[in-house]
């Protein structure tokens, strides 16, 4: 079976770092592309980035520069570095497998909390 | 990197069919058949429901479909019922390798 579980998530202060994972089971990380994609508090859903296969990564200009994905082949995760963090980062954060036959969203996390606040 | 653009809210009443669009432009919709849509009752994840234009994964009713011409797709859902109210998103392959979501569309079962 599938599983996507994200961790991570905290109140932290404008200006901070926070570093998300993702723990996959049922496949393997490394073999598929992987995204993150979050929801701001009763907005809608934002794509963040995506890692292709060969470690290719691209990013929404909102996070730009601030924001790094990377994945850990031995531990089966993918993560989520963020830096200089803004009060309008604050959102669930959803990791999400991407088929790589057509591009959906096959399998979604239940989501993290991440709060930016003072 | 603009938000595909979709109605904010549709209803219809239970047995009714609804169309919700979704418009994007030649770098995303127009140019790919990777438009997918995806289902989200309030605090869950969401859940993929269409892919690649029109394809439905396992377990998927029948009663959704999804179309495209030119920059805009459709996802219809016929039959309504009071399980199907839930925001409805779509989303598309970008020129630029990327993905992007539409706004959102609030659905009503009335």
């Known amino acids: 079976e599938v599983q996507l579980v994200e961790t991570g998530g905290d109140l932290i202060q404008p200006g901070g770092s926070l570093r998300l994972s993702c723990a996959a089971s049922g496949f393997t990380v490394s073999s598929n592309y992987m995204s993150w994609v979050r929801q701001a508090p009763g907005k809608g859903l934002e794509w963040v980035s995506i890692?292709?296969?060969?470690?290719?990564?691209y990013y929404a200009d909102s996070v730009m520069g601030r924001f790094t994905v990377s994945r850990d082949n031995s531990k089966n995760t993918l993560y989520l570095l963020m830096t200089s963090l803004r009060a309008e980062d604050t959102a669930m954060y959803y990791c999400?497998?991407?088929?790589?036959?057509?591009?959906?969203?096959?399998?979604w996390g239940q989501g993290t909390l991440v709060t930016v606040s003072s | 990197q603009s938000a595909l653009t979709q109605p904010a809210s549709v209803s219809g009443s239970p047995g009714q069919s609804i169309t919700i669009s979704c418009t994007g432009t030649?770098?995303?919709?127009?140019?790919?058949?990777?438009v997918s849509w995806y289902q989200q009752h309030p605090g869950k994840a969401p859940k993929l429901m269409i892919y690649g234009v029109s394809d439905r994964p396992s377990g998927v009713s029948n009663r959704f479909s999804g179309s495209k011409s030119g920059n805009t797709a459709s996802l219809t859902i016929s039959g309504l019922q009071a399980e199907d109210e839930a925001d409805y998103y779509c989303?598309?392959?970008?020129?630029?390798?990327?993905?992007?979501f539409g706004g959102g569309t609030k659905l009503t079962v009335l």
């Open positions: 999400a497998r991407v088929e790589r036959k057509n591009y959906g969203v096959d399998y």
């Open positions: 989303s598309s392959f970008t020129i630029s390798s990327t993905l992007v």
């Open positions: 030649s770098s995303d919709v127009g140019t790919y058949n990777y």
């Open positions: 890692i292709y296969g060969g470690d290719t990564r």
